[in-house]
């Protein structure tokens, strides 16, 4: 199921809080097949109230609705009132030239309480002049307390595989209030789920996956604890990352002392950062940066505020569209060994964040 789109917010433009679409336009005649008195006339149902309900007084009965001009809309929003709550089920009609014509599924919901909005239902895409709703209240009476109509947004998910993770894109929708994110190893099977804040829809990596194994993701939108926009199906196969160190790092020279023999010294094709290999204790103008990946992995340097500051200034630069796309970090008195130096090397695309803690002056 799908949310609706603000372009047709000109046509219909009273919304209803707690459902999804907008009421019916002014001038909307409506009338029902029966009632229960005239408390529970059929006009309560598009009032914009959801605690004012339509009641048939009966098991089975419908409700139409005639617009003042035809209206696009491709789902039917139903807030139903149940006591006690139950299944109810519904048909929905459009009115295409004079003459009703079927525009969605049976579809039946199991109410969780008195008054209860279940996601809208989809209906083929169309512009009616009306539309007309057959309901079945199961066990109880059939009431609705409120309809809504709208047009469906949808989720278009993507993704990419990374080592032992896959970071997964999707469009924003703008109604939901939260996502979710299903996957499994199954195609439409999920065995684990992750919930997404509302604010976040591109670039969302999930990490601990294992290399060579297939994983099936879907993303679904929640709307006030309703879920109501379900997304393609993607699937990803995480690898492990096979890349070359390259001969000479990416990042700019900072320019290289005038005599060799002198600290900060750096071999031919290396930047220079301006700090000796292996740096003394820490001073005031040191800080610790800890570098997240997009795996998870953490990694700690300890660096002079200059080497900090270059190091940033690649970052933001790279995130600005220009530079290379690695950066080499001098491990320093993490050289172990036979070697005459050690450096990291940075991948821009799987940096997720970076914290940087100067020492104390």
């Known amino acids: 199921m799908l949310l609706p789109s603000a372009t047709h917010a000109a046509t219909l433009n009273k919304t209803v809080e707690g459902m999804?679409?907008?009421s019916p336009p002014d001038g909307t005649t409506i009338k029902s097949s029966s009632k229960y008195t005239n408390d529970?006339?059929?006009?309560?149902?598009?009032?914009?109230?959801?605690?004012?309900?339509?009641?048939?007084?009966?098991?089975?009965?419908n409700i139409e609705l005639t617009f003042p001009n035809a209206i696009e809309f491709n789902f039917v929003h139903i807030t139903t009132n149940a006591s006690p709550p139950r299944t109810v089920s519904y048909t929905i009609y459009g009115l295409e030239d004079g003459k009703w014509v079927q525009i969605s599924e049976r579809i039946t919901h199991t109410l969780k309480a008195a008054n209860t909005t279940p996601p809208p239902i989809r209906v083929k895409q169309g512009a009616y002049s009306g539309i007309k709703i057959d309901g079945d209240g199961g066990s109880s009476w059939l009431a609705i307390t409120e309809i809504t109509l709208g047009t469906f947004e949808t989720i278009d998910l993507t993704g990419q595989p990374q080592d032992a993770s896959a970071k997964l894109n999707w469009n924003t929708i703008k109604e939901a209030t939260n996502y979710k994110i299903n996957y499994g190893t199954?195609?439409?099977?999920?065995?684990?789920?992750?919930?997404?804040?509302?604010d976040t829809e591109g670039n969302y990596v999930i990490p601990n996956l294992t290399n060579g194994t297939t994983y099936y993701f879907q993303v679904v939108a929640i709307f006030n604890g309703v879920e109501t926009v379900v997304s393609n199906e993607v699937a990803v196969t995480p690898n492990e990352a096979k890349t070359t160190e390259p001969t000479t790092p990416d990042n700019p020279s900072t320019g290289e002392p005038s005599n060799p023999s002198e600290p900060g010294?750096?071999?031919?094709?290396?930047?220079?950062?301006?700090?000796?290999?292996?740096?003394?204790?820490?001073?005031g103008?040191?800080?610790?940066?800890?570098?997240?990946?997009?795996?998870?992995?953490?990694?700690?340097?300890?660096?002079?505020?200059?080497?900090?500051?270059?190091?940033?200034?690649?970052y933001n630069g790279k995130q600005a569209g220009s530079?290379?796309?690695?950066?080499?970090?001098?491990?320093?008195?993490?050289?172990?060994?036979?070697f005459s130096s050690r450096k990291d090397y940075m991948l821009y695309d799987r940096i997720l964040t970076f914290?940087?803690?100067?020492?104390s002056k």
């Open 265 to 283: 010294t750096t071999n031919p094709g290396e930047p220079s950062t301006g700090e000796p290999t292996n740096p003394q204790s820490p001073s």
């Open 355 to 359: 914290e940087v803690s100067e020492y």
């Open 323 to 338: 530079g290379s796309a690695s950066y080499a970090i001098n491990k320093h008195d993490n050289n172990k060994g036979p």
């Open 40 to 61: 529970f006339k059929a006009e309560k149902s598009i009032d914009g109230n959801i605690q004012t309900p339509w009641n048939a007084g009966t098991y089975k009965g």
């Open 20 to 22: 999804l679409g907008f």
């Open 186 to 198: 199954q195609p439409n099977k999920y065995s684990d789920s992750i919930p997404v804040e509302k």
């Open 285 to 314: 103008n040191r800080a610790i940066v800890v570098i997240t990946m997009t795996t998870g992995l953490e990694k700690e340097f300890d660096l002079s505020m200059k080497e900090v500051n270059d190091f940033i200034a690649w």
